[in-house]
């Protein structure tokens, strides 16, 4: 019985679609260097002072010093470590990441080329999907490493992705409603009156939230926090494989500003001609970004316990009431 | 004491009239925490916003340099005379008698009548002071009845080796590179 595969909405030649996911991949391996850099110049400057500034003008050549560094550490595997598992462990989180952008929509059908990876009817369920993979990943790495203080922090980290993400799936439920349709091109063309930040209020900031707990950023940081848990999951990595887990991090971030500003801030929608729309789309990933970093410089962790509280006791009763009342208004007008 | 009833109900040791009940701040969690601190987080968030305005307080060492006041204690200097050339140390040896790190060496020798080298009768030969041990305390520069010694304002003294670091007496007299910056009347 062959498994019903998922409606695509617009289908091109193979050949572009290759084209596309390498360029998509292209891209994001481009961007993610630039994004650390960033975020630690920002934050330098949240805290008045500089970022790093030595090592290229302004510190653009950081990530490449990074990255040298990282690549030339020693990769030292624990005895205690199942070997193939810990080996593979990073590449699964970074793999799921990167998967999650090819539905991500840059812009509308141009010239026969739609301006996203692909267009599966099942849309923001594929986003789950592979968030469940990169969670996968962290409990795969921190177990694997065969350490206790490792699977802890795996545990931990675990718990937190998989309590939020319930309610990260109830918010984007009432942008579904409203939109009547679960594809991301849909959503993102019925934003073209009013983006859905404006009407779904409750549901943009139970989203953001959820958004800061899925992918480990501060104020829920816990897994990752130096202080609490040495690496955490990542305690027995050394060099690239513990640069990968912090890449996968920083595409999970690029990744969830995406989904939050195609569902909720209207996609590429903007004042301009149409061949504006990408750079439309990229500015609002990146003031989402900038918020990310924001909040990370201003507000301090969050206690296990009151993570755990805040997640399943005041974020899943709101987001289904959110549901609830978007429902009825939805079915009444 | 108002709300006696609410304070024995939260406090069950404050039965007793004489115990004073601690002012409390309100209590966290439950939808009204979760206002205020909506309402703090976002104080904060202004707060670091308004940092990226201001803009860093960093000084870019070694671009640029803290001003030092006039009598910050950095390397010794010994002095000449500027009219007539001679040094002003006559090795007395106070200054190493003052030293509590005991890092000044000085050997006196007599002055020869024609190649004078101080005005008086004797002149310091050897003259080394360790900067190893050193502690910058100055206490040489108000031990010297002569104003020969002082201390300068220079203290970036890193070097390779320690046996470098012992500065002999034309080191201490060479005219120094001045690369601190002096600060101003009323900065």
Same mark, same amino acid.
């Given at each position: 019985?062959?498994? =019903? /595969?998922?409606? $695509?909405?617009?289908?091109? +030649? *193979?050949?572009?679609?290759?084209?596309?996911?390498? %360029?998509?991949?292209?891209?994001?391996?481009?961007?993610?260097?630039?994004?650390?850099?960033?975020?630690?110049?920002?934050?330098?400057?949240?805290?008045?002072?500089?970022?790093?500034?030595?090592?290229?003008?302004?510190?653009?050549?950081?990530?490449?010093?990074?990255?040298?560094?990282?690549?030339?550490?020693?990769?030292?595997?624990?005895?205690?470590?199942?070997?193939?598992?810990?080996?593979?462990? =990073? /590449?699964?989180? $970074?793999?799921?990441?990167? +998967? *999650?952008?090819?539905?991500?929509?840059?812009?509308? %059908?141009?010239?026969?080329?739609?301006?996203?990876?692909?267009?599966?009817?099942?849309?923001?369920?594929?986003?789950?999907?592979?968030?469940?993979?990169a969670f996968y990943g962290l409990l795969v790495g921190g177990w694997a490493s065969g350490s206790k203080y490792s699977f802890l922090g795996a545990m931990r980290a675990a718990a937190q992705?998989?309590?939020?993400?319930?309610?990260?799936?109830?918010?984007?439920?009432?942008?579904?409603?409203?939109?009547?349709?679960?594809?991301?091109?849909s959503i993102v063309e019925a934003q073209d009156s009013i983006w859905y930040a404006i009407p779904q209020l409750v549901g943009f900031l139970i989203f953001l939230i959820a958004g800061f707990a899925e992918t480990n950023r501060a104020p829920f940081d816990l897994p990752e926090a130096d202080a609490e848990l040495v690496a955490g999951y990542g305690t027995e990595y050394g060099g690239m494989r513990y640069g990968s887990f912090a890449m996968a991090e920083y595409i999970e971030m690029f990744v969830v500003s995406a989904v939050a500003v195609t569902f909720f801030l209207g996609g590429w929608h903007g004042p301009g001609p149409g061949w504006l729309d990408p750079i439309w789309v990229i500015a609002k990933i990146f003031a989402f970004l900038f918020l990310f970093m924001w909040i990370r410089a201003t507000v301090p962790r969050v206690r296990y316990d009151q993570l755990m509280s805040l997640g399943w006791k005041v974020l899943l009763p709101l987001a289904t009431l959110n549901v609830l009342v978007t429902a009825v208004l939805v079915t009444v007008t | 004491m108002s709300d006696n009833a609410a304070s024995k109900q939260s406090f069950p040791y404050l039965r007793d009239e004489s115990v004073v009940a601690v002012q409390r701040g309100p209590e966290p969690g439950g939808a009204k925490g979760a206002y205020r601190a909506f309402g703090e987080t976002l104080r904060g968030l202004k707060t670091t916003f308004a940092r990226i305005l201001e803009g860093p307080v960093t000084i870019q060492y070694p671009e640029e340099k803290t001003p030092v006041y006039p009598r910050f204690r950095g390397r010794h200097k010994l002095h000449r005379f500027e009219d007539t050339g001679l040094e002003k140390c006559v090795g007395c040896s106070l200054c190493a008698a003052a030293c509590p790190a005991d890092c000044i060496r000085v050997v006196a020798a007599e002055n020869d009548a024609e190649n004078r080298v101080s005005p008086g009768e004797r002149y310091a030969e050897i003259y080394e002071i360790n900067l190893t041990r050193c502690i910058f305390c100055g206490y040489c520069e108000v031990a010297c009845p002569f104003d020969a010694i002082t201390m300068g304002h220079d203290y970036e003294l890193a070097d390779y080796n320690r046996e470098d670091l012992v500065f002999t007496k034309e080191m201490l007299l060479a005219e120094p590179v001045e690369r601190t910056p002096l600060r101003r009347e009323g900065e």
């Open positions: 019985m062959t498994i =019903p /595969a998922a409606d $695509v909405g617009f289908v091109e +030649a *193979t050949w572009i679609l290759v084209v596309k996911s390498l %360029v998509i991949f292209a891209a994001i391996f481009g961007i993610v260097p630039f994004l650390t850099v960033l975020e630690r110049k920002l934050l330098g400057r949240f805290q008045a002072r500089y970022g790093p500034n030595r090592v290229g003008p302004w510190g653009l050549l950081q990530p490449l010093a990074d990255a040298v560094k990282l690549i030339a550490k020693e990769g030292y595997r624990p005895e205690n470590a199942v070997p193939i598992l810990w080996s593979v462990a =990073p /590449a699964i989180v $970074v793999f799921a990441g990167v +998967a *999650t952008l090819a539905i991500i929509p840059f812009g509308d %059908v141009k010239n026969g080329v739609g301006f996203y990876g692909i267009d599966v009817s099942i849309g923001i369920l594929y986003f789950f999907a592979f968030g469940s993979i992705v998989i309590s939020y993400e319930i309610s990260m799936g109830l918010a984007l439920l009432g942008t579904i409603m409203m939109a009547g349709s679960l594809s991301l091109v | -």
